[in-house]
């Protein structure tokens, strides 16, 4: 592949995923409108009806890790350092999304009324998704240390800001580092929604909405403020 060719699959990769990201974010705004208009009346309302929007939102999220890898399988070093979020975004994420312990933490914040099984359940998962986070973040650092070429994200952030630029002398070894770095983001994202289902199985409907509803909400501000501090410099 010539670098014009490279170039010009890179440049389609990122416009197709912000394309599908703009909308998908206009979609998580109606969710939170959603999820937090019904956490008003959780009481009041049909279980299957809480199931049926908790569904919804999983959906919607998962669609995300869907388009997330299609874009992977394009540039993975462009989903590791995306161009499509706020600095700010782009500073706190983990492997290519934020660390699923992140989740287990927002359950301990917004749903305090855990039995005392749930709350042992809970606590289960945060050592075993710590443990599993640990394993990918030794499974990257092996991908960087075997590499005779600079750490993956400085890569990473060259080709997908300087996607016209062929870097000379690291085609070759971007090959094998691509791969290995493909399952290495592949093992963080289905991490982070099997925890996710798994925080969803423990608690029951009416706490699963205050969850979602904190997670989405919190998602939301973070991107507000991330492209606030990004527009405040451009000043």
């Not at 070093?77 to 927002?106: D, H, M, N, Q, Y």
């Amino acid at each position: 592949m010539t670098p014009e060719t490279s170039a010009s699959s890179t440049n389609h990769n990122a416009g197709s995923f912000h394309t599908f990201f703009e909308g998908w974010l206009v979609r998580q705004e109606h969710y939170l409108d959603e999820l937090l208009s019904v956490q008003q009346s959780c009481h009041e309302s049909q279980e299957d009806d809480l199931k049926d929007l908790i569904t919804r939102v999983l959906s919607h999220y998962q669609q995300y890790f869907e388009e997330q890898s299609r874009a992977a399988q394009g540039n993975i070093f462009l989903v590791l350092s995306p161009t499509w979020v706020s600095s700010f975004e782009r500073a706190t994420l983990w492997i290519a999304g934020f660390k699923p312990g992140f989740a287990l933490k927002l359950v301990c914040k917004s749903v305090q009324d855990q039995s005392p099984e749930q709350g042992e359940r809970i606590k289960r998962l945060m050592e075993e998704t710590r443990y599993k986070e640990k394993v990918l973040n030794d499974e990257l650092a092996r991908v960087q240390e075997s590499m005779a070429a600079p750490p993956l994200l400085e890569i990473a952030r060259k080709r997908a800001r300087l996607m016209n630029v062929e870097i000379a002398g690291e085609e070759a070894a971007l090959v094998t580092l691509r791969k290995a770095a493909e399952e290495v983001v592949a093992g963080a994202n289905l991490l982070g929604m099997t925890t996710t289902m798994k925080v969803v199985e423990i608690l029951n409907p009416v706490q699963n909405v205050r969850f979602l509803t904190a997670a989405t909400q919190l998602l939301v501000k973070l991107r507000n403020w991330g492209l606030q501090k990004d527009a405040e410099r451009k000043e």
